[in-house]
T-cell receptor
Framework: EAQVTQNPRYLITVTGKKLTVTCSQN?????MSWYRQDPGLGLRQIYY???????DKGDVPEGYKVSRKEKRNFPLILESPSPNQTSLYFC??????????????FGPGTRLTVL | RKEVEQDPGPFNVPEGATVAFNCTYS??????FFWYRQDCRKEPKLLMS???SGNEDGRFTAQLNRASQYISLLIRDSKLSDSATYLC?????????????FGPGTRLSVLP
């Protein structure tokens, strides 16, 4: 089954404790991205990647890091989480950055609470 | 001005009603357009792509007006299960490739 998976689905942590949210897709997609969703603000892009070893900042990259060492995986790293990073996070993928008609497929989301 | 704007909502309609959502986008060079549906605290899921000629999928009809930079979604014979937030998504495809921009969403509640 074609899908995007994220882990963990729920996480409660404390300020300053480094964490990683994993994202994996099995569709051989080139393009992957991370979003956060907050009430009243909609989906905002954090980082995106057009292919292996190619990543770039989205609209709200501060406090986050990503890596793309393999095509299928795109982990989101919070080196020193803060309470303002409490949010619902979605990973998404699509077939390729050069396909203007393609759409994105989303993972199930990770609900993060930073105390 | 936001890149993608939608009706603020929420829309509360009775079962069986017809409801229309509107969306406008700022980048005239945008390449592709979509409606997504998002249930509470779940991931967005593609409802339908929007084509220049307009397209229909059962009770759902999407229209695109490139000249006015306007997209619409019409839901006929609303069901309770249609209750969700509807997101307008525009691929503002540029020199660096895909650039998906999401509208803030319009919440729909279908009431019995």
């Amino acid at each position: 089954e074609a899908q995007v998976t994220q882990n963990p689905r729920y996480l409660i942590t404390v300020t300053g404790k480094k964490l990683t949210v994993t994202c994996s897709q099995n569709m051989n997609h080139e393009y992957m991205s991370w979003y956060r969703q907050d009430p009243g603000l909609g989906l905002r892009q954090i980082y995106y990647s057009m292919n292996v070893e190619v990543t770039d900042k989205g609209d709200v990259p501060e406090g986050y890091k990503v890596s793309r060492k393999e095509k299928r995986n795109f982990p989101l790293i919070l080196e020193s989480p803060s309470p303002n990073q409490t949010s619902l996070y979605f990973c998404a993928s699509s077939s390729g950055p050069r396909d203007s008609t393609d759409t994105q497929y989303f993972g199930p989301g990770t609900r993060l609470t930073v105390l | 001005r936001k890149e993608v704007e939608q009706d603020p909502g929420p829309f509360n309609v009775p079962e069986g009603a017809t409801v229309a959502f509107n969306c406008t986008y700022s980048n005239s060079a945008s390449q592709s357009f979509f409606w997504y549906r998002q249930d509470c605290r779940k991931e967005p899921k593609l409802l339908m792509s929007v084509y220049s000629s307009g397209n229909e999928d059962g009770r759902f009809t999407a229209q695109l007006n490139r000249a006015s930079q306007y997209i619409s979604l019409l839901i006929r014979d609303s069901k309770l299960s249609d209750s969700a937030t509807y997101l307008c998504v525009v691929n503002m495809f540029g020199n660096y490739g895909q650039n998906f921009v999401f509208g803030p969403g319009t919440r729909l509640s279908v009431l019995p």
